[in-house]
Protein backbone atom coordinates (compact mmCIF):
# COMPACT_ATOMS: atom_id res chain seq x y z
CA UNK A 1 0.00 0.00 0.00
CA UNK A 2 1.90 2.67 -1.26
CA UNK A 3 -0.22 5.52 -0.20
CA UNK A 4 -2.92 6.11 2.88
CA UNK A 5 -5.43 8.38 3.95
CA UNK A 6 -5.60 9.66 7.95
CA UNK A 7 -6.88 12.15 9.38
CA UNK A 8 -4.67 15.07 10.97
CA UNK A 9 -4.97 15.63 14.76
CA UNK A 10 -2.53 18.75 14.85
CA UNK A 11 -1.26 21.41 12.34
CA UNK A 12 1.45 19.87 10.27
CA UNK A 13 3.25 22.36 8.23
CA UNK A 14 3.29 21.32 4.24
CA UNK A 15 0.73 19.07 4.83
CA UNK A 16 -2.32 20.62 6.53
CA UNK A 17 -4.35 21.47 9.31
CA UNK A 18 -6.22 19.89 12.28
CA UNK A 19 -9.31 18.07 10.99
CA UNK A 20 -8.10 17.53 7.48
CA UNK A 21 -8.09 14.46 5.82
CA UNK A 22 -4.95 14.13 3.50
CA UNK A 23 -3.32 11.44 1.74
CA UNK A 24 0.13 10.37 2.74
CA UNK A 25 2.92 7.79 2.15
CA UNK A 26 1.98 4.63 4.21
CA UNK A 27 5.39 4.67 5.83
CA UNK A 28 5.32 8.65 6.93
CA UNK A 29 2.15 7.50 8.16
CA UNK A 30 3.39 4.56 9.81
CA UNK A 31 6.67 6.09 10.95
CA UNK A 32 6.29 9.27 11.96
CA UNK A 33 2.39 10.95 12.03
CA UNK A 34 0.17 7.34 13.90
CA UNK A 35 2.92 6.62 16.51
CA UNK A 36 3.32 10.67 17.25
CA UNK A 37 -0.31 10.81 17.57
CA UNK A 38 -0.76 13.37 15.40
CA UNK A 39 -3.09 11.18 13.10
CA UNK A 40 -5.15 8.68 12.21
CA UNK A 41 -6.27 6.59 9.60
CA UNK A 42 -9.11 7.53 7.96
CA UNK A 43 -11.21 4.39 7.50
CA UNK A 44 -15.23 3.53 6.59
CA UNK A 45 -15.13 1.91 10.30
CA UNK A 46 -14.17 5.21 11.73
CA UNK A 47 -15.77 7.59 9.74
CA UNK A 48 -18.33 8.28 11.96
CA UNK A 49 -15.68 9.16 15.03
CA UNK A 50 -13.78 11.44 12.46
CA UNK A 51 -16.76 13.24 12.06
CA UNK A 52 -17.14 13.77 15.55
CA UNK A 53 -13.36 14.67 16.16
CA UNK A 54 -14.02 17.42 13.25
CA UNK A 55 -17.16 18.95 15.33
CA UNK A 56 -14.77 18.74 18.24
CA UNK A 57 -11.93 19.95 16.59
CA UNK A 58 -13.33 23.03 14.98
CA UNK A 59 -15.25 23.75 18.17
CA UNK A 60 -11.44 23.49 19.89
CA UNK A 61 -10.08 25.31 17.07
CA UNK A 62 -12.34 28.43 17.31
CA UNK A 63 -11.13 28.76 21.53
CA UNK A 64 -7.64 28.24 20.32
CA UNK A 65 -7.73 31.23 17.93
CA UNK A 66 -9.45 33.12 20.62
CA UNK A 67 -6.82 32.63 23.07
CA UNK A 68 -4.44 33.06 20.27
CA UNK A 69 -5.50 36.34 19.55
CA UNK A 70 -5.68 37.86 23.53
CA UNK A 71 -2.17 36.32 24.02
CA UNK A 72 -1.48 38.85 20.32
CA UNK A 73 -2.96 41.43 21.83
CA UNK A 74 -0.93 41.57 24.53
CA UNK A 75 2.21 40.60 23.30
CA UNK A 76 2.16 43.54 20.68
CA UNK A 77 3.50 45.66 23.49
CA UNK A 78 6.38 43.80 25.39
CA UNK A 79 9.80 44.55 23.70
CA UNK A 80 12.79 41.96 24.49
CA UNK A 81 16.04 43.04 25.50
CA UNK A 82 19.40 40.82 25.25
CA UNK A 83 22.45 41.35 26.31
CA UNK A 84 25.74 39.31 25.08
CA UNK A 85 29.45 39.40 24.95
CA UNK A 86 30.71 40.61 21.76
CA UNK A 87 33.83 40.10 19.95
CA UNK A 88 35.93 41.77 18.14
CA UNK A 89 34.31 42.30 14.93
CA UNK A 90 30.87 43.45 16.44
CA UNK A 91 29.26 39.53 16.65
CA UNK A 92 28.02 38.07 19.49
CA UNK A 93 29.60 35.20 21.47
CA UNK A 94 26.39 33.31 21.99
CA UNK A 95 23.69 34.09 19.93
CA UNK A 96 20.21 35.08 20.47
CA UNK A 97 17.85 32.02 19.39
CA UNK A 98 14.28 31.03 19.23
CA UNK A 99 14.96 29.26 23.13
CA UNK A 100 16.37 32.38 24.42
CA UNK A 101 13.31 34.78 23.14
CA UNK A 102 10.93 31.64 24.50
CA UNK A 103 12.48 31.53 27.64
CA UNK A 104 12.26 35.70 28.04
CA UNK A 105 8.81 35.39 27.10
CA UNK A 106 8.18 32.84 30.01
CA UNK A 107 10.56 35.26 31.74
CA UNK A 108 7.55 38.26 31.91
CA UNK A 109 4.65 35.76 32.27
CA UNK A 110 3.73 35.07 28.19
CA UNK A 111 3.93 31.24 27.79
CA UNK A 112 4.72 30.57 24.19
CA UNK A 113 5.99 27.70 22.60
CA UNK A 114 9.51 27.36 21.31
CA UNK A 115 8.54 26.31 17.89
CA UNK A 116 6.14 28.91 17.38
CA UNK A 117 8.84 31.38 17.19
CA UNK A 118 10.61 32.16 13.53
CA UNK A 119 13.85 32.86 12.79
CA UNK A 120 15.40 32.69 9.80
CA UNK A 121 18.64 32.22 12.21
CA UNK A 122 19.77 33.51 15.16
CA UNK A 123 20.59 37.00 16.01
CA UNK A 124 24.57 37.54 16.03
CA UNK A 125 24.94 41.17 15.49
CA UNK A 126 23.67 43.71 17.85
CA UNK A 127 20.67 45.64 16.55
CA UNK A 128 16.56 45.88 16.86
CA UNK A 129 14.68 42.66 15.17
CA UNK A 130 11.22 41.68 14.38
CA UNK A 131 11.20 38.04 15.40
CA UNK A 132 7.85 36.69 14.22
CA UNK A 133 5.59 34.23 16.31
CA UNK A 134 3.16 32.56 14.65
CA UNK A 135 0.51 31.83 17.49
CA UNK A 136 -1.93 30.51 15.51
CA UNK A 137 -2.02 29.34 11.79
CA UNK A 138 -4.58 32.70 11.48
CA UNK A 139 -2.94 34.93 14.21
CA UNK A 140 0.67 35.54 13.82
CA UNK A 141 2.79 39.17 15.02
CA UNK A 142 6.38 40.65 15.08
CA UNK A 143 7.98 40.72 18.71
CA UNK A 144 10.59 43.90 18.54
CA UNK A 145 13.49 42.71 19.74
CA UNK A 146 16.87 44.15 20.52
CA UNK A 147 20.29 42.77 21.04
CA UNK A 148 23.37 44.80 22.25
CA UNK A 149 26.62 44.03 23.61
CA UNK A 150 27.11 43.42 27.27
CA UNK A 151 27.58 46.60 29.46
CA UNK A 152 24.68 47.70 27.54
CA UNK A 153 26.08 49.00 24.49
CA UNK A 154 23.24 50.69 22.49
CA UNK A 155 22.76 48.90 18.74
CA UNK A 156 23.62 50.54 15.77
CA UNK A 157 20.26 50.93 14.73
CA UNK A 158 19.79 52.95 17.64
CA UNK A 159 23.17 55.17 17.38
CA UNK A 160 21.85 56.07 13.59
CA UNK A 161 18.78 57.45 15.08
CA UNK A 162 16.40 55.08 13.16
Known sequence: MPHVEILL?????????RGQIVRVKSGYARNFLLPRKL????????AKMI?????????????ERDQASQLADRLRTVTLEFERKLGEQGVFYG???????AEALKAKGYE???RKIHLSSPI????EYDV????????TLNVKTIARGEGG???PAAESGS
Open 132 to 139: QVKLHREV
Open 51 to 63: EQQREALSRREAR
Open 112 to 114: VER
Open 124 to 127: KEPG
Open 95 to 101: SVTTLDI
Open 9 to 17: REDIEHLGY
Open 39 to 46: AVIATAAN
Open 153 to 155: DAP
